[in-house]
Nanobody, 126 residues
Framework: QVRLVESGGGLVQIGGSLKLSCTASGRSASAYAMGWFRQAPGKEREFVAG????????YYAASVKGRFTISRDNAKNTIVLQMTSTKLEDTAVYYC???????????????????WGKGTLVTVSS
């Protein structure tokens, strides 16, 4: 089973930039679709951005498209979420997720994820 470790959360001002990283380890880690998800206080966890197993296909939630960019380095089993033009509503705990059948389906639903990271807090301040 794959294990995920996130890093890079913190405090950022409105309109600022922040980079999150997630590294996967374990057997066949490179075969997993990986993505970023977030959960704000009192809300359900939602999809943010994802990539298929080799990074050739990327997917975004409408709320972040054009502001966030996801990339993947399979040599390092790492995905990076570059956040720009941040908004107050981007404040949340961001989780890395992995699923061999994930990717495009996350734009519809995120149930049945095979692995989750512990999360990293992103706070956008005014």
């Amino acid at each position: 089973q794959v294990r995920l470790v996130e890093s890079g959360g913190g405090l950022v001002q409105i309109g600022g930039s922040l980079k999150l990283s997630c590294t996967a380890s374990g057997r066949s880690a490179s075969a997993y679709a990986m993505g970023w998800f977030r959960q704000a206080p009192g809300k359900e966890r939602e999809f943010v951005a994802g990539t298929n197993w080799n990074g050739e296909n990327t997917y975004y939630a409408a709320s972040v498209k054009g502001r966030f960019t996801i990339s993947r380095d399979n040599a390092k089993n790492t995905i990076v979420l570059q956040m720009t033009s941040t908004k107050l509503e981007d404040t949340a705990v961001y989780y890395c997720g992995a699923d061999r059948l994930g990717g495009a389906k996350w734009t519809i639903e995120i149930t049945g994820m095979e692995a989750w990271g512990k999360g990293t807090l992103v706070t956008v301040s005014s």
